[in-house]
């Protein structure tokens, strides 16, 4: 997964609030991460910024998000 696109509004180290009011992703745990871009996908989670995040991981399948998640998640 190309991490780019996420890493600039999470930081490059995914240590930041996108756009001041996401979950810092770093602090996450693998199954957080899988829930939140799962949710994301399939529009059953968040708030202000789930069309955007929606579009983001739209082309994503649940191998790519796992794998994102054993990356990044605690």
Request: proline residues 0%.
């Given at each position: 997964m190309d991490t780019k696109a996420c890493q600039a509004?999470?930081?490059a180290e995914f240590?930041?609030?996108a756009m001041?009011?996401?979950k810092i992703v770093k602090d996450m745990t693998k199954a957080d991460i899988i829930t939140a871009l799962k949710g994301y996908k399939d529009g059953s989670y968040g708030?202000?910024?789930k069309t955007?995040?929606?579009?983001q991981?739209?082309?994503y399948d649940d191998a790519k998000i796992e794998a994102f998640a054993a990356q990044v998640g605690k």
């Open positions: 509004c999470h930081g240590e930041k609030k001041n009011v996401s708030g202000n910024m955007l995040m929606k579009g991981v739209a082309s």
